[in-house]
């Protein structure tokens, strides 16, 4: 079981980290040929598709991955529910596009989202597949059929915007990449739906999935409240600043934090009826989780504006401060993340549902007490969030889940330290040594790395081994593959 949760971390980070790359990629490049108004309008239009993808699936691929009964009725029944409720938002989305448009005032959102209609009709197509190669671990599948799309929606992407499209060339880039998911999904799986449904199914997914839906919903209007209210109170134009600001932050926690967290469900679900094996990965997975994305996040804040001044241009340097502040709320979100996974394993979806919600409305409240004060004020507010709430979670899920608070804490303080001891010499010696952007940004990457991994072997010695001990599984996987 280790060796194979290992294998589909790896791969699961192989998909993070091709997907998120590229697109950062594609980020960058159109960051130089659109304007901050487009990229605006871009983040508006991603947070509508977003909802709607959620409202889509419900909660029910969760239960794919979950339902240790899981059967072809139950799989047939959600591929079903699925494609009425897209079919239902395609129709929805054409009759409302306007009024939303009006509601942020850009005229313009309408016809970016009727054309966007089509993503939720293909999202539903490809549902079951995705959630039935994650059940299998079958991460490898995934991770190639997200870098081929991610690379032909990036060059579709492009080429609009060097013709001159502006914000077309999103919606372009997004329905290429969602066109070809759907045809690797439904080459690489060997399942296909039949005219088969269970209302009695129906109300069991159902009922475990709406605790989810809130979940999901909630998770994304903690995540994306902030640019909701950016878009509202600021326009277009501040959102594309707080959009690019908030990217680099975006990338780091979908490579570093949801592709763990993806295989924590699925390894954790293995181990429900043994609470014993279920602590002992818990403990490890907050390890690797936390090793990982504390020093990446205060790495990134400490070389902020030579990643910005060399990735976007200078134009958007009002995006530096944004990031700096974002990036503060990555430690939490890696740990929240574990807390959530660990509790849709045990199938407490309702307990994962009240957290959420709490987030969200924190999030909301912060945000728009300070949406007066400008787009960093908010990012504060987002940040501030995380830091309040995590204590909060921490009580919540002990009541469910007997973790031992001080077992966490001790396996946390050498990464804390670690991670200090990086931010302050590399800080000191970027100070001393003022150079250009490229040379501050490899001598920050260097320095930091060595102090980091320097510190951590002299202060958790066993922590090294371990990660030394899963490269050569993780070495041994791909070979074999």
Same mark, same amino acid.
């Given at each position: 079981m280790k060796n194979k949760i290992i294998a589909g971390a790896s791969w699961s980070a192989v998909e993070a980290?091709?997907?998120q790359v590229i697109s950062f990629v594609v980020f960058l490049i159109l960051a130089r040929l659109l304007a901050p108004a487009d990229f605006g309008l871009i983040a508006l239009a991603n947070i509508y598709v977003l909802i709607v993808q959620y409202l889509i699936f419900q909660g029910l691929g969760q239960a794919i991955i979950q339902f240790e009964d899981l059967d072809d009725e139950h799989? =047939?029944?959600?591929?079903?529910? =699925?494609? @009425? /409720? /897209?079919f239902g938002f395609v129709f929805l989305t054409w009759v409302s596009s306007d009024s939303i448009a009006r509601w942020f005032s850009t005229p313009t959102l309408a016809a970016i989202l009727k054309s966007l209609s089509p993503i939720f009709l293909l999202a539903a197509l490809t549902d079951v597949q995705n959630n039935l190669l994650t059940r299998h671990l079958q991460f490898k599948s995934l991770a190639l059929r997200t870098l081929v799309s991610y690379a032909l929606g990036?060059? /579709?992407?492009?080429?609009? @915007?060097?013709?001159?499209?502006?914000?077309?060339?999103f919606v372009a880039q997004q329905l290429t990449v969602w066109l070809i998911n759907f045809i690797s999904l439904w080459t690489s799986s060997t399942w296909r739906p039949r005219w088969v449904f269970s209302t009695t199914k129906a109300k069991r997914l159902l009922t475990f999935g709406v605790n989810l839906l809130a979940v999901d919903l909630m998770n994304l209007a903690s995540k994306r409240s902030d640019q909701s209210v950016v878009g509202r109170s600021l326009g277009p134009p501040a959102l594309g600043f707080y959009a690019v600001g908030a990217r680099v932050s975006s990338l780091v926690s979908e490579i570093l934090v949801k592709s763990l967290s993806r295989v924590t469900l699925s390894g954790l679900s293995r181990l429900q009826n043994e609470i014993e094996r279920f602590l002992n990965a818990l403990y490890r997975i907050f390890e690797l989780q936390i090793v990982i994305a504390l020093p990446a996040a205060s790495g990134l804040a400490l070389l902020a504006s030579p990643v910005v001044q060399m990735c976007f241009g200078a134009k958007w340097q009002p995006g530096v401060a944004i990031m700096q502040v974002l990036l503060l709320a990555i430690p939490f979100e890696a740990l929240s993340a574990v807390h959530f996974s660990a509790l849709v394993a045990l199938g407490r979806p309702r307990s994962c549902s009240i957290l959420m919600t709490l987030h969200a409305m924190v999030n909301i409240l912060f945000c728009v007490l300070v949406a007066r004060h400008g787009v960093l004020a908010i990012a504060g507010a987002v940040a501030l969030r995380a830091l309040i709430l995590y204590p909060v979670e921490v009580w919540v899920v002990k009541q469910i889940i007997p973790l031992s608070i001080a077992r966490i804490l001790q396996s946390l303080a050498p990464i804390l330290l670690a991670t200090a001891a990086m931010v302050f010499i590399t800080h000191t010696i970027l100070r001393i040594t003022p150079v250009a952007d490229i040379a501050q940004l490899i001598v920050g990457i260097t320095v930091g790395a060595v102090t980091y991994t320097g510190t951590l072997a002299l202060v958790r010695p066993r922590l090294i081994r371990e990660l030394w001990q899963i490269k050569k599984i993780l070495g041994n996987k791909t070979l074999s593959a």
């Open positions: 980290f091709s997907g799989l =047939n029944t959600v591929f079903w529910i =699925n494609l @009425a /409720a /897209a990036g060059v /579709a992407g492009i080429t609009l @915007a060097w013709l001159g499209y502006g914000v077309w060339s």
